[in-house]
């Protein structure tokens, strides 16, 4: 499986982003996929997660009702949307895909795949 996200770039602090990840390989839809971000001098944390099925979702704490994170199995497109930006998600985002697929995990070490990241800045 091969991920390319895309749809980082630079907005104000309260507006709104969408970031995609387009993977190639059939068996996507098998996946759980996340999105994990890293700030400069920090280390890369989880954002949100979805399982293959699309019926299970988690955020992390600092991200619940402002991100949602959705999949489109037939398209093979994961996707991210970031309202009610802050100066604090300014990181490079990205996507990842863990071939069990039953379970979303917050550790990184569990994906088997990374997209090349992409950045978002927030400005205040």
């Known amino acids: 499986v091969q991920l390319q996200a895309s749809g980082g770039g630079l907005v104000q602090a309260g507006g709104s982003l969408r970031l995609s990840c387009a993977a190639s390989?059939?068996?996507?839809?098998?996946?759980?996929l996340g999105w994990f971000r890293q700030a400069p001098g920090k280390e890369r944390e989880f954002v949100a997660g979805i399982r293959w099925t699309g019926d299970s979702t988690r955020y992390a704490d600092s991200v619940k009702g402002r991100f949602t994170i959705s999949r489109d199995n037939v398209k093979n497109t994961l996707y991210l949307q970031m309202n009610s930006l802050k100066p604090e998600d300014t990181a490079v985002y990205y996507c990842a895909a863990d071939r069990t697929g039953y379970y979303v995990d917050t550790r990184s070490a569990v994906y088997d795949y990374w997209g090349q990241g992409t950045q978002v800045t927030v400005s205040s």
């Open positions: 390989g059939r068996t996507f839809s098998t996946y759980a």
